[in-house]
């Protein structure tokens, strides 16, 4: 017998053991920093076997069947799965669909050139080809190097969509991805589809020529939208933005309900962890901390939250949850997650201090909230373990379990619901062909919000969803109360069930003559 090696019964069984990997294989899992922040692992949110082809899309010479090679993703042969994945999100987004078939015939965006930098998932595939079916030219990249669905990409740029994108791009990959979209030649955007603000600042870093023929910007973060307030309050915002993100149909159903949902389902494909009897700490009571901490208390984890603002602390201790500074309780925690839209909330002091085995993660846009660099350093091991989940590694040999190197942990390492993203798609469709259709003046060099007919509509798109029956006001009733019986039924300062945030210039006046919002 030869011990050295392992004995086959047959061929076939041979080859069947082939499939699985070696202990070397195994060991090449473990990665070093720099290759672990840039290689591509494929995850749950994607079907895709990134492994198979490790060569960067940039070295790639690909054409669709149209004979256009104007994008780049990682296998345009995947274009075919791509587009059952669109299939399937559009099943559940109805309302999106809905507005298509309103609009597609009087074509509102007619002679509009779309570039956008946002997710590239099959949710975001329908808002994109909603967006060509009203008449508009995009070009696409990512906001997230985790988030992209490759065959999502494959499928939009079989269709003809320019898009620039892939899972487990590099920092340099990033920026490569959102300059092949804004520097082309023969095409110039007019208007500007963010989410984060990277494509912004990118262009008026590199093309601020550009902005003499953009009409408006559309944001749909946090993070975005604070930028785009910095610029408008140094007096650099040269364009109208509309703040999606504050708008009321975003902070609920987007920040609040979606992240109630995903928060648990990214855990879990992740870790595998049993939330009951944990201790957990939320950095941020905002609408994405209120998702989180709801579905987490709802699981049994013993939950406590760490905010700077006295009302959303008041809130989270009316919710019942425990108000502290994450230096007073991080040696207790087992689960660290930050949602605040800040930078460094959770520093390296903190990760030292963390128990073996603490989960960190981060459910905010920006990569920003764990000091993540702070732990790029020669005492520290990193270890790949699975996809999206690295080890860090004490020199006393404890452990810190990282998800997603620290970016948006929903749309890295799970997904999120296609019904909730129609809600967003929605508001940022009608977003793009008000700013758009909009006569010159109505809109100075400044960020709105979303007027409350317009969130109104969004919201009775989706009510049929669930079969729900709208009571009309009576001719007295309305008189009695002051209101258009189509609305809007609320003034701008009303802040629903747990106070979505009023703006400046969030105005009564705008007239809005389209049918798409005139609400029955």
């Known amino acids: 017998v030869n011990h050295g090696q392992i004995q086959f019964a047959n061929q076939e069984e041979k080859q069947e053991f082939s499939k699985f990997p070696t202990k070397t294989g195994r060991r090449s899992l473990s990665r070093s920093i720099s290759q672990s922040s840039t290689d591509s692992y494929s995850s749950a949110a994607s079907y895709t076997d990134s492994s198979d082809d490790e060569t960067s899309p940039r070295e790639k010479t690909q054409v669709n069947s149209?004979?256009?090679?104007?994008?780049?993703?990682?296998?345009?042969?995947?274009?075919?799965?791509?587009?059952?994945?669109?299939e399937i999100a559009e099943q559940d987004m109805s309302a999106l669909i809905s507005l298509r078939k309103r609009a597609q015939g009087e074509k509102p965006l007619a002679g509009s050139k779309v570039v956008g930098c946002t997710h590239i998932t099959a949710q975001t595939a329908v808002l994109i080809e909603t967006l060509v079916a009203l008449g508009a030219q995009c070009r696409w990249t990512a906001c997230n190097i985790y988030s992209t669905q490759n065959e999502v990409a494959a499928a939009l740029a079989e269709s003809g969509v320019s898009v620039f994108a892939w899972k487990g791009e590099s920092e340099d990959d990033f920026w490569w991805c959102i300059d092949r979209c804004v520097n082309v030649e023969g095409w110039q955007a007019n208007m500007i589809l963010d989410d984060g603000g990277d494509l912004t600042h990118w262009v008026y870093k590199k093309y601020p020529s550009v902005f003499k023929k953009v009409r408006g910007i559309v944001e749909e973060s946090v993070t975005g939208v604070h930028?785009?307030?910095?610029?408008?309050?140094?007096?650099?915002?040269c364009v109208p933005a509309m703040n999606v993100n504050d708008s009321v149909t975003k902070q609920k159903f987007d920040n609040l309900y979606c992240c109630r949902e995903s928060i648990l389902d990214g855990l879990k494909r992740t870790t595998d962890v049993m939330f009951g009897g944990k201790q957990v700490v939320v950095c941020g009571y905002g609408e994405v901390g209120k998702g989180c901490c709801s579905a987490l208390k709802a699981l049994g984890a013993i939950v406590c939250v760490t905010e700077i603002d006295p009302i959303c602390a008041l809130q989270a201790c009316m919710d019942g949850f425990r108000v502290v500074k994450l230096n007073e309780v991080v040696r207790q925690m087992d689960m660290v997650i930050t949602c605040t839209g800040n930078k460094n909330v959770v520093t390296r002091e903190h990760l030292d201090r963390m128990k073996n085995g603490c989960i960190v993660c981060n459910?905010?846009?920006?990569?920003?909230?764990?000091?993540?660099?702070?732990?790029?350093?020669?005492?520290?091991?990193?270890?790949?373990?699975?996809?999206?989940?690295?080890?860090?590694?004490?020199?006393?040999?404890?452990?810190?379990?990282?998800?997603?190197?620290?970016?948006?942990?929903?749309?890295?390492?799970?997904?999120?619901?296609?019904?909730?993203?129609?809600?967003?798609?929605?508001?940022?469709?009608?977003?793009?062909i008000e700013l758009y259709n909009a006569p010159e003046g109505r809109y100075k060099q400044d960020v709105y919000l979303l007027p409350k007919k317009m969130d109104e509509y969004v919201a009775s798109l989706h009510l049929p969803n669930f079969d729900a029956h709208l009571t009309e006001l009576s001719d007295e009733q309305a008189k009695y109360m002051g209101l258009n019986k189509n609305g809007p039924f609320k003034p701008n300062y009303y802040r629903y069930d747990r106070g979505s945030k009023t703006t400046q210039n969030d105005f009564d006046y705008v007239q809005y003559t389209h049918f798409y919002c005139n609400v029955v």
């Not at 149209?66 to 669109?86: H, L, M, P, T, Y």
Request: with cysteine.
């Open 66 to 86: 149209k004979g256009s090679s104007d994008f780049c993703v990682k296998n345009i042969k995947q274009a075919e799965f791509g587009r059952r994945e669109i």
């Open 227 to 237: 930028r785009l307030y910095q610029l408008s309050k140094a007096g650099k915002l």
């Open 363 to 432: 459910m905010g846009h920006s990569n920003t909230e764990i000091d993540v660099a702070s732990l790029r350093t020669p005492e520290l091991t990193w270890e790949r373990v699975r996809s999206q989940v690295d080890h860090v590694i004490w020199p006393d040999g404890k452990r810190v379990i990282l998800l997603a190197e620290g970016r948006l942990l929903n749309l890295s390492c799970s997904t999120v619901p296609s019904f909730v993203l129609s809600i967003t798609a929605t508001t940022q469709a009608l977003a793009l």
